[in-house]
């Protein structure tokens, strides 16, 4: 029903762009007037003034028509009588009798009427949805042709619709993070009403299993977070360990002595390593590096769990090399020559100016650049599954298995799980801290970059 | 008569296959300042850079020819270009101070070279180049705050201290002051004609005034080729080659 509604809208809008455009031209021919703008402007004057009302009925039918009819037929039905009904129940069951008459079959009589009831409704409401759709095109238009006289400035017009139209895209990641704040938040709440704030934030044991019955014997459950925050704080720190030297000077490399040869070949293949997905340097690490870490750690006398954090910290380390060398080569790419110049001509050499010059320089970016990586590698899933176990293990040593904040979501919210377990809430609580964090940092990144501006530019 | 500081024969420079420079052979004398005017595109610039070995930088550029420094011959691959850079100051068209404070500004090329031991030797050298750049007095109460808040004649200046600091013999020019307005200018032409009691000064510029005003010689470029050189009183009175005479009178350029 929803594709025939677009045609007409279309169709609606194309009509309404043609009568604009002739009506206009025939105007201001008669009034032998030029037009304050372009006729085109006209045309999309009306042509807007026919698609708002169109969008505004269509999207509100799609939100509100099932709930309104779900009402209409709910209301024949008296749930104070009989209590045993559900409402939700009752109402899918009802949609399928409506549907397919094989689950008519065997089924109350007084379902089966309000099946047909249902099936009523839903053609009225499907035919005055179409017809509602056609009154507010033809009123939008009837009501923006009025302005169609020659002496309107139709351009200005416009120009402010378009000013609303790129505010409105502007504000939908805006309110779209608003919304992922507010829901993380409210079934966070859920969560922390079972478990207490102090508990999950400062609590060392992470158990998140709820006995099924009274008296079940094994411990009770813990939701101490500690440990998930140091395994994810552990596992960033080796991953940085690796990518931010390694990117800096990949970057100082390709930026400053690469040859323009060395460097259309090599860019490319960083980027490359940017897109490979996550999953494959996930079995990377624990095909191959995981192995080698253990046999290096028993060499150091270090007894090594066949997955470790160190294995998956290095193998992120090594997916986090492309983004940042990539950005920093791009920041000191993008600094002045001038400054170059000015310490190679004080007689500096290319490591003096590099360190000395170019770097502070470029300080701002490569900071950036930095903690983009951090988020990278807090927010990285997939190598942590499969390369450093899930045991929330509070430890300081990248030899052992450890687990981290995504890693445990991932846990909390698959199998079979209901949603006002506190192992499933579990996840959003974990989803907000997060959250938070990578706010910090991301407000503190701002921070740093801004000092920098201000003093250097 | 001065001494010849630095003397060029035939020095020619191609970028890639264009060649930008014809057989330059020019003589730059001890403690004076040399102007070279022209149109744009003339080869000045390149010529300019070619003494201190800038042009190294582009890669497709080459230089041939002869330029000798204290009759030492720099263009060659054996030359340690380090040392020769620090022996010759250089100025650049727009001011290009370092993204630090004024003071480790200048403090850049001294602390590099190795030129000081202690702290104090390093405050009186920048406060000498800052003295005889004549910014000492604008800026010695802000001496930690960033070069690049200073106005853009005050970061020329800042330039120049800044290549002071390293004492080299010879200071390069590349237009020093087209990137300034009149005050600035002036200012900056004092400090230049107060500089040549103790360096030799090279500077590239557009202004004909200018290089009337505060240079000892001149070199006309055209072409890739320098035209015809002298002192600037009689470049700029009775020119030989007529080319000349046509720029310094404004019939083209």
């Known amino acids: 029903m929803f594709y025939w509604s677009l045609i007409i809208i279309l169709l609606g809008i194309y009509s309404a762009y043609i009568f604009g455009k002739s009506r206009i031209t025939s105007h201001s021919r008669q009034l032998e007037i030029k037009t304050a703008s372009l006729p085109t402007y006209y045309a999309q004057y009306i042509m807007v003034w026919c698609l708002l009302p169109a969008l505004i009925v269509y999207f509100g039918w799609i939100i509100f028509e099932d709930q309104i009819i779900q009402n209409l037929v709910l209301a ?16 899918s069951e009802i949609k399928n009798v409506a549907l397919s008459d094989s ?79 507010f829901s993380l938040l409210f079934e966070s709440l859920r969560f922390f009403s079972d478990v207490s704030v102090f508990e999950f934030l400062f609590g060392t044991k992470w158990y998140p299993y709820i006995p099924i019955r009274e008296g079940q014997s094994g411990s009770q459950g813990s939701f101490g977070a500690v440990p998930i925050f140091a395994g994810t704080f552990l596992i960033m720190i080796v991953a940085m360990c690796v990518a ?81 060398s990539s950005l920093s080569d791009d920041v000191i790419n993008s600094v002045p020559q001038s400054l170059r110049e000015g310490s190679l001509g004080i007689g500096a050499n290319k490591a003096e100016t590099i360190k000395r010059v170019i770097l502070p320089a470029a300080l701002p970016g490569i900071v950036g650049a930095f903690l983009l990586g951090v988020s990278r590698a807090i927010g990285e899933t997939m190598i942590v599954v499969v ?28 199998g079979d799980q209901e949603f006002d377990d506190p192992r499933t809430l579990s996840a959003f609580a974990l989803g907000l801290v997060l959250f938070v964090i990578t706010l910090i940092l991301n407000i503190f990144a701002l921070r740093i970059v801004k000092k920098y501006r201000e003093r250097y530019e | 008569m001065n001494n010849v500081k630095v003397s060029t024969k035939n020095v020619n420079v191609h970028y890639g296959t264009k060649q930008a420079l014809h057989r330059v052979t020019l003589d730059i004398n001890e403690k004076e300042v040399t102007a070279l005017i022209g149109p ?84 009186e050298i920048v406060h000498s180049s800052l003295k005889r750049a004549g910014l000492l007095k604008e800026v010695k109460d802000r001496l930690h705050e960033p070069g690049t808040s200073l106005s853009g004649g005050q970061q020329q200046r800042l330039c120049i201290a800044r290549a002071i600091a390293v004492n080299p013999d010879i200071i390069l020019m590349d237009e020093p002051c087209s990137a300034l307005d009149p005050i600035a200018t002036a200012t900056i032409e004092e400090l230049i004609d107060e500089l040549k009691n103790k360096y030799t000064i090279v500077i590239v510029t557009h202004s004909m005034q200018q290089a009337a005003r505060v240079s000892q010689r001149t070199g006309f470029f055209h072409l890739g080729e320098l035209v015809e050189t002298g002192e600037t ?13 046509g720029y310094i009178t404004g019939r083209f350029g």
Not at chain 2, 233 to 245: G, H, Y
């Open chain 1, 76 to 91: 024949n039905f008296d749930f104070d009588l009989n209590p045993a009904l559900n409402a939700s129940l009752l109402i």
């Open chain 1, 103 to 181: 689950f008519a079959e065997g089924k109350a009589t007084e379902i089966l009427n309000a099946a047909e009831h249902y099936a009523s409704i839903k053609y009225v409401s499907s035919i005055s949805f179409y017809l509602s759709i056609l009154i507010v095109m033809i009123l939008g238009v009837m009501f923006a042709s009025r302005k169609l006289q020659p002496s309107f400035p139709a351009q200005q017009s416009i120009e402010n619709y378009v000013k609303y139209f790129l505010f409105f895209c502007s504000s939908v990641a805006v309110l779209t993070t608003v919304g992922i704040v």
């Open chain 1, 244 to 324: 931010t030297p390694i990117g800096l000077f990949t970057a100082i490399y390709l930026a400053e002595y690469a040859s323009p040869r060395v460097r259309r070949i090599i860019k490319p293949l960083l980027e490359i390593l940017a897109g490979v997905p996550t999953i494959v340097y996930g079995f990377f690490a624990f095909v191959t590096v995981a192995p080698f870490v253990k046999t290096f750690g028993q060499s150091l006398g270090i007894d090594a769990s066949p997955t470790s954090a160190l294995a998956a910290g290095l193998v992120m380390g090594i997916m986090i090399i492309p983004f940042i």
């Open chain 1, 387 to 414: 390369a450093a176990g899930t045991a929330p293990n509070l430890t300081a040593n990248p030899f052992e298995n450890v687990t981290t904040v995504t890693v445990q979501i991932v846990i909390a919210l698959i």
């Open chain 2, 40 to 123: 744009s595109g003339c080869g000045k610039s390149t010529f300019l850079r070619c003494i201190n070995r800038m042009n190294d930088l582009i890669d497709i550029c080459k230089v041939d020819g002869s330029i000798t420094v204290d009759n030492e011959e720099i263009i060659s691959d054996e030359v340690d270009v380090v040392s020769l850079r620090s022996k010759i100051g250089m100025v650049f068209q727009k001011p290009n101070p370092f993204p630090k404070s004024i003071f480790d500004n200048v403090a850049y090329g001294p602390t590099i070279h190795g030129i000081v031991e202690t702290k104090t030797d390093l405050e």
């Open chain 2, 233 to 245: 009183q009689k470049i700029f009175t009775n020119p030989e080659n007529e080319k000349t005479q």
